[in-house]
């Protein structure tokens, strides 16, 4: 019983987490529609104003919600952050699993880790009083004056608060997961495949690049698909540096802009002072998106993994 | 066989899992603290249990308010009535008034009043007001000596993107005589939900009429699309964005002031509705708060841009929102701290006021607060 109480919790709570923000969001689907994913405005209306009712739901006068500018900014700053960490990621990740043994290995491993432990709101900290000044006096400047082939990187770099520095917190935060697992993966690559290509007279980064990577693709996409879904819901550190932008969507590199995650627990407080409640409705909705990015995100990754895994029993071969 | 009882057994777990949850919200409902409190809550109970006497006030709401609470009144109220415990915490403004009307708290403290619609869908709440607050605008604006002068207008054309750059002819008009840089604005903006957007969108609100019909007024604004703005999280957020951005301006609660002019920001000489240039003195908030008329009994209004020669045009009330159903005990501890906190020989005397930078209500307002709190009770 004690074991069947603890065993469907977590399926418990996520039903109910479900549940609660469905319903929350019902009545803002009812009032925006489809609207609520092109709209580029988000106004919860006057709230010391009258209400206005519509599609039989009450909002206060002049609101109007559209998600456009937060899905814009949370997919752009995750895929910076993954441009970013991807390729770190896998060369540390090769230097752990093939370069390193013993203690060393043991200690770079565990510094990798304890990256993945450090609160989100210290990274945010640094972030704001280091990493945005720099992108604004120095980064940035730089950047833009090799712009003229791209046409993104062109300024104004303003504050250095926005997209790049919303990325770069991000990969901070998403290369120790890629890394770790990308490092499990390749120990798993059989010994043998490896001591053959070596064998065949190929030097060390050829055996990575052609027998060890075709081994773990499946997994490796996996893992970047898991830091994809990791970089899509962190809240706090891109609430710090990322300019928090509304109504606008970015114009290039260095533009402020704002993710759903920050963005909601930015307004809720304001959200809570509307007498129609349908501020708190709307950012519901905008959770529930959130949410169905995030878990198909995750179990898509999770997916990828396993199947890589499969791949690998099925060749017969086991992990070291 | 074996799987089907595994089944049975999950089934049985999630739903004693369903019921327990169900039940921890219930007592939580019943309960008139915050989840935070419920240690501390327990050994009050102990305490009432043998003694009989101690009730536990709660507070949540405005982080202007928290440091008045924690620092200053409640080590101070310990010792005027140890029967009676505080406990506040600093959640925001919204979080205050939404809490209070749900009976979650006691006390919400928050910078804004209720909107009417609230008002009317919650008839017992109080909006109470307990002191006096003020705002200023900052700017980082390296070489420029002294405090420059804005009208909220130049700021609502700021805030819309119609004013871009320091040396504007609009901004040379009000500041004869000094030399202003050709240096690109960054308006900062408050992200979350605030005290001090409302004031100072009031401010604007007040004093530009397409700020008036547009973005109007509130805790959380839809601001115009400015692509050189920023918004940043709390006070402290907005003067570390101050402090590191040249060419920025931004408004910051008063409570902030010695600390961000330490970080080399300035601020601004706004023009009052006398036409005056006033800096945020405590002479002038105190100028502004006595030139008062007309405040209704439920004391829910904007004191921005009152008359007089003096009178700094940014301030507000501070608010304490609370049910006026009150039972026993509780009604009567409430009561009487509230009456304690707008007393000026109680909480606001200058002692635990200037600390914080606020201001005691003034003596025609005072009355207001007292009548509203003697309709605390059963």
Request: hydrophobic content about 45%; aromatic content about 6%.
């Amino acid at each position: 019983m004690a074991a069947g109480i603890a065993a469907s919790s977590p399926v418990v709570f996520l039903a109910g987490i479900v549940t609660i923000v469905v319903i929350q969001a019902i009545p803002s689907i009812r009032f925006s529609g489809w609207h609520f994913l092109t709209s580029l405005t988000w106004n919860i209306g006057n709230v010391y104003g009258g209400l206005e009712h519509e599609h039989g739901v009450t909002a206060a006068s002049g609101a109007s919600f559209g998600s456009r500018v937060f899905i814009v900014g949370t997919v752009a700053s995750s895929v910076i952050a993954l441009l970013m960490a991807v390729p770190v990621s896998l060369l540390t990740a090769v230097i752990l699993a093939y370069r390193t043994r013993g203690v060393v290995r043991t200690i770079l491993s565990t510094l990798v880790e304890l990256l993945a432990g450090i609160p989100s709101v210290v990274i945010g900290l640094w972030g704001m009083t280091v990493l945005t000044p720099w992108i604004s006096t120095q980064l940035g400047p730089l950047l833009s004056r090799a712009g003229g082939v791209i046409p993104y990187l062109r300024g104004p770099v303003g504050t250095g608060m926005g997209l790049l520095a919303s990325g770069c917190v991000l990969a901070i935060m998403v290369v120790p997961i890629i890394t770790a697992t990308t490092r499990d993966l390749l120990l798993q690559v059989p010994t043998l495949y490896r001591e053959g290509g070596v064998g065949l007279g190929m030097t060390d980064w050829e055996v990575v690049r052609h027998i060890c990577f075709p081994c773990i693709r499946e997994g490796f996409i996996g893992a970047v698909a898991l830091g994809f879904g990791r970089a899509m819901g962190e809240t706090m550190a891109v609430l710090m540096v990322s300019g928090n932008a509304v109504n606008l969507l970015p114009q290039n590199l260095y533009s402020p802009i704002s993710t759903m995650a920050a963005f909601i627990a930015d307004q809720l407080d304001s959200a809570l002072t509307d007498a129609s409640k349908m501020a708190v409705h709307a950012l519901s909705e905008l959770a529930l998106l959130l949410m169905i990015l995030t878990v198909a995100t995750n179990l898509a990754a999770r997916l990828l993994v396993s199947s890589g895994r499969w791949r690998q029993r099925r060749t017969g071969v086991d992990a070291p | 066989m074996k799987r089907s009882m595994r089944w049975i057994c999950t089934a049985a777990g999630a739903t004693g899992i369903l019921a327990l949850v169900a039940g921890c919200g219930a007592t939580t409902a019943g309960h008139t603290s915050g989840a935070g409190a419920s240690g501390i809550d327990h050994a009050a109970d102990h305490t009432a249990a043998s003694g009989g006497q101690t009730v536990t006030l709660t507070e949540t709401g405005s982080s202007l308010l928290y440091p008045l609470f924690t620092d200053q009144w409640i080590p101070a109220y310990q010792s005027v009535n140890p029967g009676v415990h505080l406990e506040a915490s600093s959640t925001g403004s919204g979080t205050g008034i939404s809490q209070a009307v749900a009976g979650t708290v006691d006390i919400g403290a928050s910078d804004a009043y209720m909107a009417d619609q609230q008002v009317s869908q919650n008839p017992g709440m109080l909006n109470i007001p307990l002191a006096i607050s003020a705002q200023q605008v900052m700017y980082n604006l390296p070489g420029v000596r002294g405090h420059i002068q804005l009208t909220g207008d130049v700021l609502a054309n700021i805030y819309q993107g119609k004013i871009q750059y320091w040396d504007d002819p609009a901004i040379a008009a009000v500041n004869p005589g000094l030399h202003l840089p050709h240096l690109a604005i960054t308006p900062v903006t408050r992200s979350d939900g605030s005290g001090d957007t409302f004031l100072f969108t009031q401010y604007l609100s007040d004093t530009n009429s397409s700020w008036k019909d547009g973005p109007g007024y509130g805790t959380s604004v839809n601001w115009p699309p400015v692509p050189s703005e920023v918004a940043a999280n709390g006070n402290q957020g907005v003067v570390t964005t101050l402090a590191g951005t040249k060419g920025a301006i931004g408004y910051v609660g008063i409570s902030w002031l010695d600390n961000a002019v330490a970080k080399g920001l300035g601020y601004a000489a706004l023009q009052n509705k006398a036409g005056n240039f006033v800096l945020p003195t405590p002479a002038n908030i105190q100028a502004a708060a006595d030139a008062t008329t007309g405040i209704p009994k439920d004391e829910r209004v904007s004191l921005i841009d009152e008359p007089g020669q003096h009178s700094y045009p940014i301030i507000n009330f501070e608010y304490a929102i609370v049910n006026q159903h009150q039972s026993g005990a509780k009604g009567t501890a409430l009561k009487h701290f509230l009456e304690w906190a707008i007393d000026p020989q109680g909480g606001n005397a200058a002692t635990y006021m200037t600390p914080v930078h606020f201001l005691p209500l003034p003596s025609k307002v005072e009355p207001l607060s007292r009548a509203q709190i003697e309709q605390i009770g059963g």
